[in-house]
T-cell receptor
């Protein structure tokens, strides 16, 4: 079954902790993306990667870090520098190029406790 | 000015009616346009993509694009209560940053 898998579905973080959200795809897509969604809001781009070992900052990269060591994996770390991390985090992937459709994983809901 | 603007709604239509959802964008370099449907608490699901001026139909859905006016719309014919969701408009550039930019979404309510 091809698709994008995000884990965990729910994550709780204590103040000052770093946490890592997993995103894996078996669609053989070149590009992968991380978005953040706050209640009642659209999606805001955190980081994206169009090729292995390369990634670019999006609009709200501060307090986040990523790696792209394998084509199928694009983990996101939410660091303690991110002051308001409670949100719904969405990973997506697509083939390379603008006229290609992006597909999303089921999301990770992160809550600071 | 936001890059992609949508009326937040809610847009309320009776069952069986046509729902019309609108989106404007500011970047003339935008070349690809997408509509996603998002149910509450779920991830976005792709409904339609459109790249050229004019209409594109897929079942009950029609996407319309007018690049001169920087306007893209989604029509849903014979609306059903199961269409009640938030509809997100997204655009992508041909060059430079190639990642989707999203509007904040329009909430659609289809009344039985």
């Amino acid at each position: 079954d091809g698709g994008i898998t995000q884990s965990p579905k729910y994550l709780f973080r204590k103040e000052g902790q770093n946490v890592t959200l997993s995103c894996e795809q078996n669609l053989n897509h070149d590009a992968m993306y991380w978005y953040r969604q706050d209640p009642g809001q659209g999606l805001r781009l955190i980081y994206y990667s169009q090729i292995v070992n390369d990634f670019q900052k999006g609009d709200i990269a501060e307090g986040y870090s990523v790696s792209r060591e394998k084509k199928e994996s694009f983990p996101l770390t939410v660091t303690s520098a991110q002051k308001n991390p409670t949100a719904f985090y969405l990973c997506a992937s697509s083939m390379e190029g603008p006229k290609t459709e992006a597909f999303f994983g089921q999301g990770t809901r992160l809550t600071v406790v | 000015q936001k890059e992609v603007e949508q009326n937040s709604g809610p847009l309320s239509v009776p069952e069986g009616a046509i729902a019309s959802l609108n989106c404007t964008y500011s970047d003339r370099g935008s070349q690809s346009f997408f509509w996603y449907r998002q149910y509450s608490g779920k991830s976005p699901e792709l409904i339609m993509s459109i790249y050229s001026n004019g209409d594109k139909e897929d079942g009950r859905f029609t996407a319309q694009l007018n690049k001169a006016s920087q306007y893209v719309s989604l029509l849903i014919r014979d609306s059903q209560p199961s269409d009640s969701a938030t509809y997100l408009c997204a655009v992508n550039r041909d060059t430079g940053r190639r990642a989707l930019t999203f509007g904040s979404g329009t909430r659609l309510q289809v009344q039985p």
